[in-house]
T-cell receptor, first 116, second 115 residues
Framework: DAGVTQSPTHLIKTRGQQVTLRCSPKSGHDTVSWYQQALGQGPQFIFQYYEEEERQRGNFPDRFSGHQFPNYSSELNVNALLLGDSALYLC???????????????FGNGTRLTVT | AQTVTQSQPEMSVQEAETVTLSCTYDTSENNYYLFWYKQPPSRQMILVIRQEAYKQQNATENRFSVNFQKAAKSFSLKISDSQLGDTAMYFCAFMKPYNNNDMRFGAGTRLTVKP
């Protein structure tokens, strides 16, 4: 049973560029959430996707956008990269059919993004 | 807004001993969920234990248990018989029910288990 998979593992970009990160949820899960974890901090919620729509968004600018595909996989896009966007980006999946307590988040290993 | 505070940036414990990690949170909600996640060097966040606020009984998962004090808004994690594999960052997290997985994390406690 495959867990949450993210690609790529590491990425280096230059300020002003755009980046796309990818996530495949755990088998049986239909909801994907994205988190940003800056160095030395806890993860911060970016947004959640369910049924191919953004359902909730954290305090992140419009430069952060996403997409969910019919197979439940998801992409996180960040435009006009800033140095402060350097972080570990975590994808987490869950099942909408089960309460968030009984279907807690399953996280991937993350994508380490470095902006130079 | 809900905030989660972990006041111990780093802690260490000898193998086989017991350690307690602290967590406090701020909320005006009456029902909510609390979690402890572990993040080893592999970077994957792994669920350790969870607690529903309306359940007074403290959750227990093998060597891991919590002390949930709702009035004090405190949710500490006790690790008994510490093992080398417990070395990791530990994050306390808060979430409202049906809140679309908007989970609020503390800044984490780095735990080192020494042989």
């Amino acid at each position: 049973d495959a867990g949450v998979t993210q690609s790529p593992t590491h990425l280096i970009k230059t300020r002003g560029q755009q980046v796309t990160l990818r996530c495949s949820p755990k088998s049986g899960h239909d909801t994907v959430s994205w988190y940003q974890q800056a160095l030395g901090q806890g993860p911060q919620f970016i947004f959640q996707y369910y049924e191919e729509e953004e359902r909730q968004r954290g305090n992140f600018p419009d430069r952060f956008s996403g997409h969910q595909f019919p197979n439940y996989s998801s992409e996180l896009n960040v435009n006009a990269l800033l140095l402060g966007d350097s972080a570990l980006y975590l994808c987490a999946s869950s099942s909408r059919r089960i309460s968030s307590y009984n279907s807690p988040l399953h996280f991937g290993n993350g994508t380490r993004l470095t902006v130079t | 807004a809900q905030t989660v505070t972990q006041s111990q940036p780093e802690m260490s414990v000898q193998e086989a001993e017991t350690v307690t990690l602290s967590c406090t949170y701020d909320t005006s909600e009456n029902n909510y969920y609390l979690f402890w996640y572990k993040q080893p060097p592999s970077r994957q966040m792994i669920l350790v234990i969870r607690q529903e606020a309306y359940k007074q009984q403290n959750a227990t998962e093998n060597r891991f248990s919590v002390n949930f004090q709702k009035a004090a808004k405190s949710f500490s994690l006790k690790i008994s018989d510490s093992q080398l594999g417990d070395t990791a960052m530990y994050f306390c997290a808060f979430m409202k029910p049906y809140n679309n997985n908007d989970m609020r994390f503390g800044a984490g406690t780095r735990l080192t288990v020494k042989p």
